[in-house]
């Protein structure tokens, strides 16, 4: 269990604490890595996309996708889970100890599906998709 090492980059990992959740991530490729629950609870907090020091339009997801990851925690290979929402993107979890990595700037569109604004906005595009279907 070596959570000092990037799964990505091998880059060195830091602490970081946002009100009292600590979470790692790279000082070189800036991807965050969660234990389980870690994501859920920060999501709900205001300010805390902070913690993600990346941009999301920079990074390059097809590349990621071609490397296998394994767990810093757990040293498995991790699955990759393609969350389908206002901001679409691939993250790895690990089924073994329900680790979540995000890579820089994932961690903000992660967050930013599950605002409450999201799901009103989403909600409204539908509706007027299907006022907009009918004869």
Avoid at 44 to 66: A, H, M, R, V, Y
Avoid at 68 to 91: A, G, H, S, T
Avoid at 125 to 135: C, G, S, T, V
Wanted: hydrophobic residues 35%; contains cysteine; charged residues 30%.
């Amino acid at each position: 269990m070596n959570l000092s090492i990037c799964p990505k980059c091998e880059g060195n990992l830091e602490k970081v604490i946002y009100e009292e959740t600590e979470v790692e991530r790279c000082c070189k490729c800036r991807g965050i890595w969660f234990d389980s629950l870690e994501a859920e609870q920060l999501k709900n907090l205001k300010g805390s996309e902070t913690i993600d020091l990346g941009n999301f339009q920079e990074e390059s997801p097809s590349k990621s996708l071609q490397k296998k990851v394994n767990c810093p925690r757990c040293q498995v290979p991790m699955l990759k889970i393609f969350d389908f929402d206002e901001y679409p993107l691939w993250y790895e979890t690990c089924l073994e100890c329900h680790g979540l990595w995000f890579d820089a700037g994932e961690f903000q569109q992660f967050k930013q599906n599950f605002q409450q604004k999201g799901y009103l906005a989403r909600a409204m595009k539908i509706l007027r998709l299907k006022k907009n279907a009918l004869p």
